[in-house]
């Protein structure tokens, strides 16, 4: 499997008081065209991750890193030409929540066709067609009426889709994907899931699946990156979570109720400083 | 889930809500306007200025006085006299100026002009600079374009206008002879212009008299850069902390995601949500200098609203004084009106809630 994007030695800190947090240390991993779940509770730097890679960490922070490559481009260094030049058309990412990532004051429709544009000078008409069939694409019903709607007008099942949508239309190489079921009900994901399966499948993409839903990432995903205060304690083909070694992998699986197990209290974690070192 | 039938359009199809909308603001409008009279009308009868000697003088005989007192209607009961007072004032009459002996709406109609078109110019230059000034400190932040941009809005916002005022003619006017001295035009221009609107650079500008054109703008740069360089300072001020919040929005982030050029991510994305407060911001600051700064018209010997009141203040010419009061009262209810029709065309969320 060639390796799109690598990963070696990441870390992410923030400046503090009471001097600087780490929020991700030394993570090393390596994605290919397939799905690679990540998976930890808040806090444990999932998404500061994802938003490295990216290159949107916030200003205040520092990011360095060993290695930091995509399609052999050096991210590091990356100018923000460079930038501009992936994002979009070959790395994206679909956010957590449709109600503050896309912007209140322009139509669903507006910013889809933006996104689209982003790729060459695509006519008013076109972009616009296009958008509608990538609304369709996601499973919107009306895609005219989305389309001419403001993000405040829409569901949050429909503003995710119409998010999918909008960061989907560039057809990106990478997409990591930031808890993008967390907020929908259960129908819904499976909807949204589908969706992202068959992208991954019929494009070749890469995805990084963000979630702190343990089941969910080892039913969807091919490999398994466990985090815990910003480390990645465990990589774990998915298949085989239920073995997984470290005990917090452990621990979370275990706080897990189960249908047919037994109906005594669920455990807590306990957790083990040990971990961080 | 799904969209909401009534109103998935753009901008300019929600139109018809407006209807409502519209009927509701008037009504509000009229609450408002009732109470300002109310408001107007009590001050006339609890200031110890006796509306009676102002109209007879002092040396009238008794007889006069009474038969004065009764024209006024001051021998009804308090609410009917309100009653008179609704009426007249709901057909323009506000009563006669004491000082010029000429019905208040005469006046005012005469002074404001020149109030209005200097605050215009003003609430323009402090728009036009303050906005992007305040952006650019926003993207800046805490760079060096930040600090200056603060301490010269600080320094515009500090310094007593009059000061600047009196500075300015002093530099510009004596001894660079950049602008034209005080007042709205060189009085060899006075009589050949013919006032329609009032408004100078209007009223020269359709009669062709390009010479007078160029003099009233000499005269009205300095006192409209001052205000300007006032309302500058606060609007970039405004503008920078509500441009802040937008940029630390997640949508800002997934703009970046697709790619969006910076410029466009601030002054599209981010500034199209800032405006929705920054429209009342401005719009009270207009109405702020229409009010008619005095400080400033009377370093300018500007002969607008804002002398006018205090000429009449001093002169205890109250009915002046509540005439003009009502007027700044209605601009203020006008400017508020036209800002909240402002955000709901500015901001979607806010037109469905009508």
Redesign the interface.
Known sequence: MTNMLQVEGLNVSFPSRDGPVRVVRDVTFTLGRERLGIVGESGSGKSQTG?AI?G?TPASATVTADKLSFDGIDLRHAS?KT???????RM??I???PK????????VGRQIV??YR?RGDATRTDARNRAVAMLEAVQI??PE??F???P???????GQRA?IA??LI?EPDLLIADEVTSALDVTVQLDVLRILDGLVRDRGMGLIFISHDLRLVSSFCDRVLVMYAGRVVEEIAARDLHSAQHPYTQGLLNCLPQIDGDSGPLQTLTRDPAWLA | MSVSPANTGGRWRALPTYGLKAGKLIATVAVTFLGLLVVTFLIGRVVPVDPVLAVVGDRASKSTYDAAYIALGLDKPLYHQFFIYLKQALSGDLGTSVLTKKPIIEDIARVFPATLELATAGIILGTLFGVPLGVWGAVRQGKLPDQVIRVVGLVGYSAPIFWLGLLGLLVFYAKLQWVAGPGRIDISYEYTVTQTTGLLLIDTAMQGQWDAFRNVLAHLALPAVLLGYFSMAYISRMTRSFMLAELGQEYIIAARVKGVPEWRIIWVHALRNAAVPLVTVIALSYAGLLEGSVLTETVFAWPGLGQYLTNSLQNADMNAVLGGTLVIGIIFVGLNLLSDLLYTVLDPRVRRRT
């Open positions: 938003r990216l949107l923000a930038w501009r030049s992936l994002r979009g058309p994206s990412m956010m957590q929540d503050y990532s896309l912007n209140p004051v322009m139509t933006e996104a982003r019903r009306d009426r989305v001419e709607a403001y405040h007008e829409l569901s949050g099942g429909m998010m909008m960061m560039a």
